[in-house]
Protein backbone atom coordinates (compact mmCIF):
# COMPACT_ATOMS: atom_id res chain seq x y z
CA UNK A 1 0.00 0.00 0.00
CA UNK A 2 1.58 3.43 -0.89
CA UNK A 3 2.34 5.59 1.64
CA UNK A 4 0.61 9.02 1.49
CA UNK A 5 2.25 11.97 2.42
CA UNK A 6 0.46 15.24 3.61
CA UNK A 7 2.09 18.40 2.95
CA UNK A 8 1.49 21.14 5.61
CA UNK A 9 0.94 24.97 4.54
CA UNK A 10 1.08 28.14 6.22
CA UNK A 11 -0.47 30.86 6.19
CA UNK A 12 1.95 34.47 6.25
CA UNK A 13 1.02 36.75 8.64
CA UNK A 14 0.79 40.21 6.36
CA UNK A 15 2.82 42.63 8.54
CA UNK A 16 1.34 46.48 7.97
CA UNK A 17 3.19 49.29 9.74
CA UNK A 18 0.79 52.22 10.59
CA UNK A 19 2.64 55.52 10.82
CA UNK A 20 1.98 58.26 12.98
CA UNK A 21 0.10 60.06 10.44
CA UNK A 22 -0.42 57.40 7.85
CA UNK A 23 -4.30 58.59 8.27
CA UNK A 24 -3.49 62.14 6.32
CA UNK A 25 -3.62 62.03 2.78
CA UNK A 26 -4.38 65.79 2.13
CA UNK A 27 -5.28 68.71 3.20
CA UNK A 28 -8.41 68.04 2.96
CA UNK A 29 -9.44 71.37 0.67
CA UNK A 30 -12.37 71.60 -2.23
CA UNK A 31 -11.78 73.11 -5.68
CA UNK A 32 -12.22 76.49 -4.75
CA UNK A 33 -9.33 75.89 -1.86
CA UNK A 34 -12.05 75.93 0.97
CA UNK A 35 -11.28 73.52 4.00
CA UNK A 36 -13.65 70.87 4.74
CA UNK A 37 -14.93 69.84 8.73
CA UNK A 38 -13.11 66.21 7.92
CA UNK A 39 -11.49 65.18 4.86
CA UNK A 40 -8.57 63.72 3.72
CA UNK A 41 -7.73 62.49 7.62
CA UNK A 42 -7.61 66.22 8.42
CA UNK A 43 -9.50 67.97 11.17
CA UNK A 44 -9.89 71.30 12.63
CA UNK A 45 -6.86 74.03 11.78
CA UNK A 46 -9.13 75.44 8.78
CA UNK A 47 -6.91 78.36 8.39
CA UNK A 48 -3.73 77.00 8.10
CA UNK A 49 -5.34 74.22 5.84
CA UNK A 50 -6.21 77.24 3.74
CA UNK A 51 -3.13 78.92 3.84
CA UNK A 52 -0.91 75.65 3.20
CA UNK A 53 -3.74 75.31 0.18
CA UNK A 54 -2.93 78.38 -0.83
CA UNK A 55 0.92 78.04 -0.90
CA UNK A 56 0.41 74.31 -2.82
CA UNK A 57 -1.65 76.05 -5.73
CA UNK A 58 1.68 78.45 -6.19
CA UNK A 59 3.33 75.65 -6.38
CA UNK A 60 2.36 73.46 -8.73
CA UNK A 61 1.57 76.40 -11.26
CA UNK A 62 5.37 77.49 -11.12
CA UNK A 63 4.51 80.90 -9.54
CA UNK A 64 6.78 80.36 -6.49
CA UNK A 65 10.24 79.88 -5.88
CA UNK A 66 13.24 80.73 -3.70
CA UNK A 67 10.85 81.57 -0.95
CA UNK A 68 10.03 80.34 2.67
CA UNK A 69 7.49 79.45 4.73
CA UNK A 70 7.14 78.62 8.42
CA UNK A 71 4.56 76.65 10.26
CA UNK A 72 4.67 77.31 13.75
CA UNK A 73 2.12 76.55 16.84
CA UNK A 74 2.12 74.34 19.71
CA UNK A 75 3.28 70.69 20.46
CA UNK A 76 0.83 68.45 19.27
CA UNK A 77 -0.77 70.80 16.64
CA UNK A 78 1.41 70.17 14.18
CA UNK A 79 16.93 69.13 13.19
CA UNK A 80 19.74 69.78 13.82
CA UNK A 81 22.22 68.17 11.32
CA UNK A 82 24.76 65.56 12.60
CA UNK A 83 27.22 64.52 10.19
CA UNK A 84 30.72 62.75 10.57
CA UNK A 85 32.08 63.41 6.92
CA UNK A 86 30.50 66.61 6.29
CA UNK A 87 29.71 70.32 7.59
CA UNK A 88 26.56 71.52 8.74
CA UNK A 89 26.90 73.83 5.37
CA UNK A 90 27.88 70.66 3.27
CA UNK A 91 24.97 68.83 4.22
CA UNK A 92 22.16 72.12 3.41
CA UNK A 93 23.64 72.42 0.24
CA UNK A 94 23.44 68.89 -0.66
CA UNK A 95 19.47 69.04 0.33
CA UNK A 96 18.81 72.14 -1.76
CA UNK A 97 20.56 70.81 -4.78
CA UNK A 98 18.56 67.58 -3.91
CA UNK A 99 15.45 69.52 -4.39
CA UNK A 100 16.44 70.98 -7.05
CA UNK A 101 15.14 69.25 -10.62
CA UNK A 102 16.85 69.50 -14.16
CA UNK A 103 14.13 68.04 -17.09
CA UNK A 104 16.74 67.41 -20.06
CA UNK A 105 15.58 67.48 -23.37
CA UNK A 106 17.39 65.22 -26.00
CA UNK A 107 16.73 63.84 -29.45
CA UNK A 108 17.86 60.11 -30.21
CA UNK A 109 17.57 58.18 -33.23
CA UNK A 110 15.30 54.79 -32.49
CA UNK A 111 14.03 51.71 -34.64
CA UNK A 112 10.78 50.86 -33.90
CA UNK A 113 8.40 48.29 -35.15
CA UNK A 114 7.49 44.69 -35.24
CA UNK A 115 9.18 42.16 -35.06
CA UNK A 116 8.37 39.46 -37.95
CA UNK A 117 11.19 36.94 -37.79
CA UNK A 118 14.34 36.47 -36.10
CA UNK A 119 17.09 34.13 -37.41
CA UNK A 120 20.29 33.22 -35.69
CA UNK A 121 23.14 31.26 -36.70
CA UNK A 122 25.37 29.12 -34.45
CA UNK A 123 28.28 27.85 -35.59
CA UNK A 124 28.83 24.18 -34.02
CA UNK A 125 32.94 24.83 -34.00
CA UNK A 126 32.98 28.40 -33.49
CA UNK A 127 32.62 30.26 -30.15
CA UNK A 128 29.77 32.80 -28.50
CA UNK A 129 31.29 36.20 -30.28
CA UNK A 130 31.10 34.23 -33.87
CA UNK A 131 27.13 34.41 -33.48
CA UNK A 132 25.67 36.34 -36.38
CA UNK A 133 21.68 36.71 -37.31
CA UNK A 134 19.40 38.93 -39.41
CA UNK A 135 15.92 40.12 -38.20
CA UNK A 136 13.05 41.42 -39.97
CA UNK A 137 11.23 44.80 -38.73
CA UNK A 138 7.89 46.32 -40.39
CA UNK A 139 5.81 48.66 -39.75
CA UNK A 140 2.37 49.83 -41.63
CA UNK A 141 4.34 51.19 -44.44
CA UNK A 142 7.63 49.13 -44.87
CA UNK A 143 9.58 46.42 -44.07
CA UNK A 144 13.49 45.98 -43.41
CA UNK A 145 15.78 43.02 -42.98
CA UNK A 146 18.55 44.04 -40.16
CA UNK A 147 21.70 42.00 -39.77
CA UNK A 148 22.66 41.43 -35.71
CA UNK A 149 25.92 40.89 -34.08
CA UNK A 150 27.06 38.58 -31.15
CA UNK A 151 26.26 41.70 -28.46
CA UNK A 152 22.25 42.75 -30.10
CA UNK A 153 21.92 38.75 -30.50
CA UNK A 154 22.47 38.40 -26.42
CA UNK A 155 20.22 41.69 -25.89
CA UNK A 156 17.42 39.75 -28.13
CA UNK A 157 17.73 36.96 -25.90
CA UNK A 158 18.00 38.67 -22.68
CA UNK A 159 14.88 40.74 -23.06
CA UNK A 160 12.93 37.50 -24.50
CA UNK A 161 12.25 38.84 -28.11
CA UNK A 162 10.18 36.80 -30.66
CA UNK A 163 8.25 37.06 -33.76
CA UNK A 164 5.15 39.43 -33.15
CA UNK A 165 6.57 41.42 -30.42
CA UNK A 166 7.00 45.52 -31.20
CA UNK A 167 10.27 46.73 -29.95
CA UNK A 168 12.28 49.89 -29.95
CA UNK A 169 16.09 49.90 -30.44
CA UNK A 170 18.12 53.39 -29.32
CA UNK A 171 20.56 53.08 -32.21
CA UNK A 172 23.27 55.36 -30.01
CA UNK A 173 23.52 52.77 -26.91
CA UNK A 174 21.85 49.56 -28.57
CA UNK A 175 19.34 49.04 -26.20
CA UNK A 176 16.38 47.42 -26.68
CA UNK A 177 12.86 48.23 -25.28
CA UNK A 178 9.78 46.00 -25.16
CA UNK A 179 6.31 47.71 -26.12
CA UNK A 180 4.25 45.01 -25.98
CA UNK A 181 2.97 42.46 -28.50
CA UNK A 182 1.13 43.30 -31.83
CA UNK A 183 -2.29 42.91 -32.02
CA UNK A 184 -2.80 40.79 -35.21
CA UNK A 185 -0.70 38.23 -32.71
CA UNK A 186 -4.20 38.15 -29.77
CA UNK A 187 -5.76 35.37 -31.16
CA UNK A 188 -2.66 33.22 -31.52
CA UNK A 189 -2.53 30.05 -29.59
CA UNK A 190 -0.38 30.50 -27.43
CA UNK A 191 0.64 31.19 -23.54
CA UNK A 192 0.65 34.79 -22.43
CA UNK A 193 0.67 36.06 -18.96
CA UNK A 194 -1.83 38.71 -17.68
CA UNK A 195 1.19 41.61 -17.77
CA UNK A 196 1.04 40.87 -21.80
CA UNK A 197 0.21 44.01 -23.29
CA UNK A 198 -1.28 44.42 -26.80
CA UNK A 199 0.16 47.53 -29.25
CA UNK A 200 -0.97 48.65 -32.60
CA UNK A 201 1.89 47.70 -35.05
CA UNK A 202 4.09 51.37 -35.95
CA UNK A 203 3.27 53.29 -38.62
CA UNK A 204 5.35 55.03 -41.05
CA UNK A 205 9.27 54.66 -41.53
CA UNK A 206 10.85 52.29 -39.38
CA UNK A 207 13.97 54.80 -38.55
CA UNK A 208 12.57 57.79 -36.11
CA UNK A 209 14.19 60.88 -34.27
CA UNK A 210 12.44 60.64 -31.05
CA UNK A 211 12.91 63.33 -27.95
CA UNK A 212 13.74 62.03 -24.93
CA UNK A 213 13.48 63.86 -21.67
CA UNK A 214 15.95 62.78 -18.59
CA UNK A 215 14.86 64.27 -15.29
CA UNK A 216 17.79 64.31 -12.63
CA UNK A 217 18.40 66.48 -9.74
CA UNK A 218 21.61 69.25 -9.52
CA UNK A 219 23.29 66.64 -6.36
CA UNK A 220 23.05 63.79 -9.01
CA UNK A 221 25.23 65.77 -11.37
CA UNK A 222 27.49 67.21 -8.79
CA UNK A 223 28.07 63.72 -7.26
CA UNK A 224 28.64 61.95 -11.21
CA UNK A 225 30.95 64.84 -12.14
CA UNK A 226 32.67 65.22 -8.33
CA UNK A 227 35.35 62.21 -9.54
CA UNK A 228 36.11 59.37 -11.12
CA UNK A 229 32.94 56.88 -11.73
CA UNK A 230 31.22 59.20 -9.29
CA UNK A 231 28.48 57.80 -10.82
CA UNK A 232 28.43 54.82 -8.03
CA UNK A 233 28.85 56.71 -4.91
CA UNK A 234 24.82 58.10 -5.95
CA UNK A 235 24.09 53.98 -4.69
CA UNK A 236 26.71 53.48 -2.05
CA UNK A 237 25.61 57.37 -0.45
CA UNK A 238 29.46 57.97 0.02
CA UNK A 239 29.22 61.42 -1.17
CA UNK A 240 31.84 63.55 0.92
CA UNK A 241 32.25 67.11 0.43
CA UNK A 242 31.97 68.24 -3.22
CA UNK A 243 33.97 71.04 -4.22
CA UNK A 244 32.44 74.60 -4.93
CA UNK A 245 34.34 74.24 -8.30
CA UNK A 246 32.58 71.60 -9.53
CA UNK A 247 29.26 73.13 -8.75
CA UNK A 248 29.70 76.53 -10.35
CA UNK A 249 31.02 74.50 -13.34
CA UNK A 250 28.04 72.41 -13.64
CA UNK A 251 25.29 75.81 -12.80
CA UNK A 252 26.91 77.26 -15.73
CA UNK A 253 26.78 74.35 -18.20
CA UNK A 254 22.92 74.06 -16.88
CA UNK A 255 22.38 77.86 -17.69
CA UNK A 256 24.05 76.91 -21.10
CA UNK A 257 21.47 74.34 -21.74
CA UNK A 258 18.38 76.58 -20.44
CA UNK A 259 19.41 79.31 -23.03
CA UNK A 260 19.60 76.63 -25.66
CA UNK A 261 16.29 75.08 -24.92
CA UNK A 262 17.51 72.01 -24.22
CA UNK A 263 17.00 72.13 -19.93
CA UNK A 264 14.33 73.70 -17.51
CA UNK A 265 14.74 73.90 -14.26
CA UNK A 266 12.08 72.32 -11.73
CA UNK A 267 12.26 73.98 -8.07
CA UNK A 268 10.92 71.82 -5.86
CA UNK A 269 10.19 71.98 -1.78
CA UNK A 270 12.90 71.37 0.64
CA UNK A 271 11.42 70.75 4.23
CA UNK A 272 13.17 71.01 7.15
CA UNK A 273 11.59 69.57 10.68
CA UNK A 274 12.19 71.12 13.92
CA UNK A 275 14.39 74.18 12.27
CA UNK A 276 15.22 75.61 16.01
CA UNK A 277 17.69 72.81 16.46
CA UNK A 278 19.91 74.35 13.67
CA UNK A 279 22.59 77.44 14.65
CA UNK A 280 23.63 80.36 13.81
CA UNK A 281 25.64 79.34 10.85
CA UNK A 282 23.04 77.54 8.33
CA UNK A 283 20.56 80.42 9.94
CA UNK A 284 23.37 82.67 8.18
CA UNK A 285 23.65 79.93 4.98
CA UNK A 286 19.78 79.79 4.55
CA UNK A 287 20.01 83.66 4.33
CA UNK A 288 22.25 83.40 1.22
CA UNK A 289 20.72 80.47 0.01
CA UNK A 290 17.33 82.15 -0.38
CA UNK A 291 19.02 84.53 -2.33
CA UNK A 292 20.01 82.36 -4.89
CA UNK A 293 18.20 82.02 -8.29
CA UNK A 294 18.25 78.20 -8.43
CA UNK A 295 16.73 77.88 -4.60
CA UNK A 296 13.90 75.65 -4.09
CA UNK A 297 10.92 76.54 -1.73
CA UNK A 298 12.10 76.37 1.88
CA UNK A 299 9.61 74.92 4.50
CA UNK A 300 10.32 75.26 7.96
CA UNK A 301 8.21 73.71 10.99
CA UNK A 302 8.73 74.58 14.85
CA UNK A 303 6.82 74.60 17.96
CA UNK A 304 8.84 77.10 19.92
CA UNK A 305 7.74 80.23 21.08
CA UNK A 306 10.37 82.79 21.91
CA UNK A 307 13.61 80.81 22.95
CA UNK A 308 17.56 80.98 22.67
CA UNK A 309 19.45 81.05 18.93
CA UNK A 310 21.45 77.90 19.17
CA UNK A 311 24.95 79.33 19.11
CA UNK A 312 24.83 82.61 20.69
CA UNK A 313 23.23 83.85 23.71
CA UNK A 314 20.30 85.94 22.13
CA UNK A 315 16.53 84.60 22.54
CA UNK A 316 14.14 85.05 19.48
CA UNK A 317 10.64 84.29 18.43
CA UNK A 318 11.25 80.73 17.56
CA UNK A 319 14.33 80.54 18.04
CA UNK A 320 15.00 82.09 14.48
CA UNK A 321 17.33 85.39 13.78
CA UNK A 322 14.73 88.21 13.03
CA UNK A 323 16.71 88.60 9.58
CA UNK A 324 15.53 85.39 8.20
CA UNK A 325 12.23 85.61 9.95
CA UNK A 326 11.00 88.50 7.66
CA UNK A 327 12.06 86.29 4.48
CA UNK A 328 9.53 83.59 6.00
CA UNK A 329 5.45 83.64 5.44
CA UNK A 330 4.27 82.65 8.44
CA UNK A 331 1.43 79.41 8.75
CA UNK A 332 0.29 79.63 12.65
CA UNK A 333 -1.83 76.31 13.55
CA UNK A 334 -4.01 76.44 16.72
CA UNK A 335 -4.74 73.90 20.44
CA UNK A 336 -7.17 71.48 19.33
CA UNK A 337 -10.30 71.89 20.85
CA UNK A 338 -12.33 68.30 22.49
CA UNK A 339 -14.38 68.37 19.28
CA UNK A 340 -11.44 68.22 17.03
CA UNK A 341 -9.13 65.38 19.31
CA UNK A 342 -12.18 63.16 19.47
CA UNK A 343 -12.41 63.32 15.61
CA UNK A 344 -9.09 62.52 15.24
CA UNK A 345 -9.11 59.76 17.73
CA UNK A 346 -11.95 57.84 15.46
CA UNK A 347 -9.80 58.63 12.65
CA UNK A 348 -6.91 57.05 14.11
CA UNK A 349 -9.58 53.69 15.50
CA UNK A 350 -10.35 53.27 12.18
CA UNK A 351 -6.61 53.34 10.60
CA UNK A 352 -5.65 50.63 13.08
CA UNK A 353 -9.12 48.63 13.16
CA UNK A 354 -10.16 49.54 16.47
CA UNK A 355 -13.32 49.14 17.97
CA UNK A 356 -14.08 51.58 20.67
CA UNK A 357 -16.75 52.32 22.74
CA UNK A 358 -18.24 56.10 23.76
CA UNK A 359 -16.90 55.72 27.56
CA UNK A 360 -13.44 54.91 26.03
CA UNK A 361 -13.39 57.30 23.17
CA UNK A 362 -14.55 59.60 25.85
CA UNK A 363 -11.71 59.25 28.27
CA UNK A 364 -9.41 59.25 25.60
CA UNK A 365 -10.15 62.47 24.59
CA UNK A 366 -9.51 64.01 28.22
CA UNK A 367 -6.11 62.36 28.03
CA UNK A 368 -5.26 63.67 25.05
CA UNK A 369 -6.30 67.23 26.21
CA UNK A 370 -4.75 66.85 29.51
CA UNK A 371 -1.30 65.40 28.38
CA UNK A 372 -0.75 64.96 25.07
CA UNK A 373 -2.31 64.21 21.47
CA UNK A 374 0.66 62.08 20.46
CA UNK A 375 -0.01 59.88 23.76
CA UNK A 376 -3.72 59.48 23.47
CA UNK A 377 -2.98 57.91 20.01
CA UNK A 378 -0.17 55.91 21.10
CA UNK A 379 -2.78 54.57 23.65
CA UNK A 380 -5.16 52.67 21.31
CA UNK A 381 -3.34 50.18 20.00
CA UNK A 382 -1.45 49.53 23.41
CA UNK A 383 -5.59 49.43 25.00
CA UNK A 384 -6.43 47.43 21.42
CA UNK A 385 -3.85 44.82 22.83
CA UNK A 386 -5.42 44.94 26.43
CA UNK A 387 -8.55 44.25 24.81
CA UNK A 388 -7.34 41.04 23.20
CA UNK A 389 -5.32 39.74 25.90
CA UNK A 390 -8.79 39.70 27.99
CA UNK A 391 -10.34 37.95 24.67
CA UNK A 392 -12.95 41.16 24.31
CA UNK A 393 -13.72 42.66 20.95
CA UNK A 394 -14.52 46.11 22.02
CA UNK A 395 -12.11 48.54 23.43
CA UNK A 396 -13.69 49.69 27.09
CA UNK A 397 -12.85 52.50 29.92
CA UNK A 398 -11.13 49.13 31.69
CA UNK A 399 -8.37 48.64 28.66
CA UNK A 400 -8.07 52.65 28.64
CA UNK A 401 -7.50 52.77 32.25
CA UNK A 402 -5.27 50.04 32.73
CA UNK A 403 -2.94 51.09 29.89
CA UNK A 404 -2.63 54.52 31.10
CA UNK A 405 -1.43 53.24 34.58
CA UNK A 406 0.92 51.19 32.60
CA UNK A 407 2.66 53.76 30.29
CA UNK A 408 3.29 56.94 31.64
CA UNK A 409 3.24 60.48 29.73
CA UNK A 410 5.67 63.23 30.33
CA UNK A 411 4.38 64.91 33.26
CA UNK A 412 3.69 61.87 35.49
CA UNK A 413 7.41 60.51 34.02
CA UNK A 414 8.90 63.85 35.36
CA UNK A 415 6.77 63.85 38.58
CA UNK A 416 7.76 60.12 39.77
CA UNK A 417 11.86 60.80 38.60
CA UNK A 418 11.41 63.63 40.82
CA UNK A 419 9.65 61.82 43.55
CA UNK A 420 12.86 59.87 44.31
CA UNK A 421 15.49 62.30 43.98
CA UNK A 422 16.70 62.82 47.43
CA UNK A 423 17.66 66.01 48.88
CA UNK A 424 20.83 66.29 51.19
CA UNK A 425 20.92 67.25 55.05
CA UNK A 426 19.26 70.23 55.79
CA UNK A 427 19.13 72.08 59.04
CA UNK A 428 16.77 74.34 60.81
CA UNK A 429 17.73 76.38 63.58
CA UNK A 430 15.08 77.39 66.36
CA UNK A 431 15.35 80.10 69.05
CA UNK A 432 13.85 79.72 72.67
CA UNK A 433 13.79 83.48 73.78
CA UNK A 434 12.13 82.55 77.39
CA UNK A 435 14.73 79.53 77.75
CA UNK A 436 17.57 81.39 75.88
CA UNK A 437 18.75 78.10 73.70
CA UNK A 438 19.34 77.32 69.77
CA UNK A 439 17.59 74.37 69.15
CA UNK A 440 19.23 72.49 65.83
CA UNK A 441 16.93 70.39 64.03
CA UNK A 442 18.57 67.65 61.27
CA UNK A 443 16.79 65.73 58.50
CA UNK A 444 16.46 64.60 54.95
CA UNK A 445 14.26 65.96 52.87
CA UNK A 446 12.75 64.25 49.95
CA UNK A 447 10.62 65.77 47.24
CA UNK A 448 7.87 62.97 47.64
CA UNK A 449 7.75 64.78 51.35
CA UNK A 450 7.56 68.30 49.82
CA UNK A 451 4.67 67.44 47.44
CA UNK A 452 2.58 65.65 50.36
CA UNK A 453 2.86 69.04 52.54
CA UNK A 454 1.84 70.85 49.18
CA UNK A 455 -1.12 68.89 47.47
CA UNK A 456 -2.18 69.81 43.83
CA UNK A 457 2.03 70.74 43.24
CA UNK A 458 5.07 68.77 42.55
CA UNK A 459 8.49 69.51 42.11
CA UNK A 460 10.14 69.90 39.20
CA UNK A 461 13.41 70.84 39.77
CA UNK A 462 15.75 69.66 42.71
CA UNK A 463 19.38 72.18 42.74
CA UNK A 464 21.59 70.87 45.77
CA UNK A 465 25.12 72.40 46.71
CA UNK A 466 28.04 69.85 48.22
CA UNK A 467 27.31 67.81 51.26
CA UNK A 468 29.07 68.06 54.86
CA UNK A 469 30.89 65.08 55.48
CA UNK A 470 29.60 64.12 58.89
CA UNK A 471 27.13 66.17 61.46
CA UNK A 472 30.26 67.51 63.57
CA UNK A 473 31.10 69.59 60.55
CA UNK A 474 27.70 70.59 60.00
CA UNK A 475 27.71 72.01 63.56
CA UNK A 476 30.85 74.07 63.40
CA UNK A 477 29.69 75.40 60.11
CA UNK A 478 26.34 76.73 61.75
CA UNK A 479 28.20 77.78 64.86
CA UNK A 480 29.75 80.40 63.16
CA UNK A 481 26.27 81.80 61.12
CA UNK A 482 24.14 84.72 62.44
CA UNK A 483 20.88 83.32 62.91
CA UNK A 484 17.01 84.59 62.45
CA UNK A 485 14.87 84.12 65.56
CA UNK A 486 12.06 81.82 64.50
CA UNK A 487 10.00 84.88 66.18
CA UNK A 488 10.83 86.99 63.31
CA UNK A 489 9.95 84.61 60.39
CA UNK A 490 6.43 83.86 62.87
CA UNK A 491 6.26 87.40 62.41
CA UNK A 492 6.41 87.89 58.73
CA UNK A 493 4.03 84.60 58.09
CA UNK A 494 1.24 86.50 60.62
CA UNK A 495 2.12 83.88 63.15
CA UNK A 496 2.75 84.64 67.05
CA UNK A 497 4.84 87.63 67.67
CA UNK A 498 7.42 86.80 70.09
CA UNK A 499 9.90 90.06 70.14
CA UNK A 500 7.69 92.74 71.26
CA UNK A 501 8.21 91.38 75.04
CA UNK A 502 11.84 90.93 75.63
CA UNK A 503 13.64 93.00 77.89
CA UNK A 504 16.73 94.67 76.66
CA UNK A 505 18.66 92.67 78.77
CA UNK A 506 17.60 89.28 77.20
CA UNK A 507 17.97 90.82 73.73
CA UNK A 508 21.85 91.87 74.60
CA UNK A 509 22.46 88.51 76.13
CA UNK A 510 20.74 86.68 72.88
CA UNK A 511 22.78 88.65 70.33
CA UNK A 512 25.89 88.17 72.01
CA UNK A 513 25.01 84.14 71.92
CA UNK A 514 24.51 84.03 68.00
CA UNK A 515 27.56 85.63 67.46
CA UNK A 516 26.50 89.40 67.10
CA UNK A 517 29.12 91.98 66.64
CA UNK A 518 27.61 95.24 67.85
CA UNK A 519 25.14 94.73 70.39
CA UNK A 520 23.21 97.61 70.50
CA UNK A 521 22.32 97.11 67.08
CA UNK A 522 18.30 96.33 65.82
CA UNK A 523 17.68 92.98 67.75
CA UNK A 524 16.01 91.66 64.26
CA UNK A 525 18.40 92.90 61.45
CA UNK A 526 17.81 91.36 57.88
CA UNK A 527 21.45 90.05 57.16
CA UNK A 528 22.83 89.06 54.21
CA UNK A 529 24.40 86.02 55.67
CA UNK A 530 21.59 84.80 57.62
CA UNK A 531 19.94 81.64 57.04
CA UNK A 532 16.10 81.49 56.86
CA UNK A 533 13.90 78.37 58.03
CA UNK A 534 10.49 78.26 56.73
CA UNK A 535 8.38 76.37 58.77
CA UNK A 536 4.16 76.23 58.90
CA UNK A 537 1.69 74.39 61.20
CA UNK A 538 2.35 70.50 60.12
CA UNK A 539 5.79 70.80 61.18
CA UNK A 540 7.37 72.35 57.76
CA UNK A 541 6.39 72.81 53.91
CA UNK A 542 9.40 70.70 53.26
CA UNK A 543 11.39 73.31 51.57
CA UNK A 544 14.57 76.04 52.96
CA UNK A 545 16.90 78.29 51.82
CA UNK A 546 20.58 79.49 52.62
CA UNK A 547 21.51 83.04 51.93
CA UNK A 548 25.43 83.02 51.83
CA UNK A 549 26.94 86.64 52.70
CA UNK A 550 29.62 88.42 50.48
CA UNK A 551 32.16 87.07 52.46
CA UNK A 552 31.54 83.55 53.72
CA UNK A 553 30.90 81.38 50.43
CA UNK A 554 29.71 78.30 52.82
CA UNK A 555 29.51 74.54 50.92
CA UNK A 556 26.69 73.51 52.68
CA UNK A 557 23.15 72.91 51.33
CA UNK A 558 21.13 74.74 50.05
CA UNK A 559 18.53 73.55 47.21
CA UNK A 560 16.47 75.47 45.13
CA UNK A 561 13.15 73.66 44.80
CA UNK A 562 10.30 75.20 42.23
CA UNK A 563 6.82 73.52 42.19
CA UNK A 564 4.66 73.89 39.26
CA UNK A 565 0.72 74.15 40.10
CA UNK A 566 -0.92 70.68 37.69
CA UNK A 567 -3.44 71.24 35.29
CA UNK A 568 -6.82 72.18 37.12
CA UNK A 569 -5.59 72.41 40.77
CA UNK A 570 -6.28 76.52 42.14
Not at 231 to 254: N, Y
Not at 301 to 328: E, F, M, Y
Not at 516 to 522: A, F, G, I, M, Y
Request: aromatic share 4%; glycine share 8%; proline share 3%.
Amino acid sequence: MAELKLSESRDLTRVERIGAHSHIRGLGLDSALEPRAVSEGMVGQVKARKAAGVILQMIREGKIAGRAILIAGQPGTGSEIFSLEMSKTEALTQSFRKAIGVRIKEETEVIEGEVVEVQIDRPASSGVASKSGKMTMKTTDMETVYDMGAKMIEALNKEKVQSGDVIAIDKATGKITKLGRSFSRSRDYDAMGAQTKFVQCPEGELQKRKEVVHCVTLHEIDVINSRTQGFLALFTGDTGEIRSEVREQIDTKVAEWREEGKAEIVPGVLFIDEVHMLDIECFSFLNRALENEMSPILVVATNRGVTTIRGTNQKSPHGIPIDLLDRLLIITTQPYTDDDIRKILEIRCQEEDVEMNEEAKQLLTLIGRDTSLRYAIHLITAAALSCQKRKGKVVEVEDIQRVYRLFLDVRRSMQYLVEYQTAEAATVLIHHPAENKVERIYWSVTASDIMKSNPGHYVAVVVTSPTMKNEKEVLNEFATKKCVKLGKLLKEGGGLDLTKKKTKHRKKKLDQETGKVNPNSDPNPNQDGADNAVAGENGGDGFMRRSHGGGRGGGGWRPALHSIPEFGSS
